[in-house]
């Protein structure tokens, strides 16, 4: 089976297995913005645009953490330096997709009047592919031997 994920990298150009962990810490942060969407905007009466911007922040840190522990653990470099600006970079990257997701979000509600929530589905969605390859690409990129070792030298 791990010889099927190394052809299948191979012939994509991406790690399948990889691509899968990040659909699933996506997934749990669908569960934080659709969740604080909603509460932000039912029960605590935040206007949906604003909403959808601070559960996306939210969902942005959450997804950030998982990733850096699971996703990428095998990239993960010590020191708070580091930590900070991976997630700087994050954070832009996922900024970009926010707001494609934020762009179809109003255009779909405002103009086609399809439900909030699903709008905010589809946004998601569309911006997935993106976010990965730029994230695994630059956020995460796999650092060569001796950048590690100056790196190294540098914190001591």
Not at 11 to 26: A, N, P
Not at 117 to 141: C, D, E, K, P
Request: proline share 0%.
């Amino acid at each position: 089976m791990k010889t099927i994920f190394i052809n299948i990298k191979k012939l994509l150009g991406f790690d399948l297995i990889r691509f899968i962990k990040f659909g699933i810490v996506g997934g749990s942060g669908i569960f934080v913005d659709m969740g604080l969407l909603l509460f932000l905007t039912e029960v605590a009466g935040i206007f949906y645009i604003l909403s959808g911007i601070l559960a996306f922040t939210l969902a942005v840190i959450n997804n950030f953490i998982w990733n850096d522990l699971w996703t990428w653990s095998d990239r993960r470099e010590s020191g708070i330096k580091a930590y900070l600006l991976k997630l700087f970079k994050f954070f832009l990257v996922s900024s970009l997709a926010g707001a494609i997701k934020i762009s179809i979000l109003w255009f779909l509600t405002d103009f086609y009047n399809v439900h909030y929530l699903l709008s905010n589905l589809i946004g998601i969605a569309v911006g997935m592919v993106l976010n990965y390859s730029i994230n695994n690409l630059w956020t995460f990129r796999q650092r060569r031997v001796a950048e590690k070792i100056e790196s190294e030298k540098n914190r001591l």
